[in-house]
């Protein structure tokens, strides 16, 4: 049993490693660059509080959402839907 554990864990890494090979970012850093850019979207075409935004693009918990969307914009989710920085990026 403990050997097809281990063996997922090759296959995912190979499969990750191809997929970075092949667009030049790996996986994990795409679906959250994905996930962020959904979130732009509702948070400028959408009054949905932060909460269901950060649950509908897939992060259990708002603190963990609003530190990845700084971490990868610069601003909070709160910054981008008050000013409309990045309106653009939902059109």
């Known amino acids: 049993?403990?050997?097809h554990a281990g063996q997922g864990y090759l296959?995912?890494?190979s499969v990750n490693k191809a997929f970075a090979d092949r667009y030049g970012i790996n996986a994990h850093d795409y679906r959250t660059m994905v996930r962020l850019s959904k979130a732009?979207?509702?948070l400028v075409k959408t009054t949905m509080p932060?909460?269901?935004i950060a649950y509908e693009v897939g992060y259990d918990y708002a603190s963990n959402f609003c530190l990845a969307?700084?971490?990868h914009y610069g601003y909070t989710p709160k910054e981008?839907?008050?000013s409309?920085?990045?309106q653009h990026a939902s059109e």
């Open 11 to 13: 296959a995912s890494r």
């Open 69 to 71: 969307f700084k971490k």
């Open 84 to 86: 409309g920085l990045l």
């Open 80 to 82: 981008i839907r008050r």
């Open 1 to 3: 049993m403990a050997g």
């Open 40 to 42: 732009v979207e509702l």
């Open 50 to 52: 932060l909460k269901m």
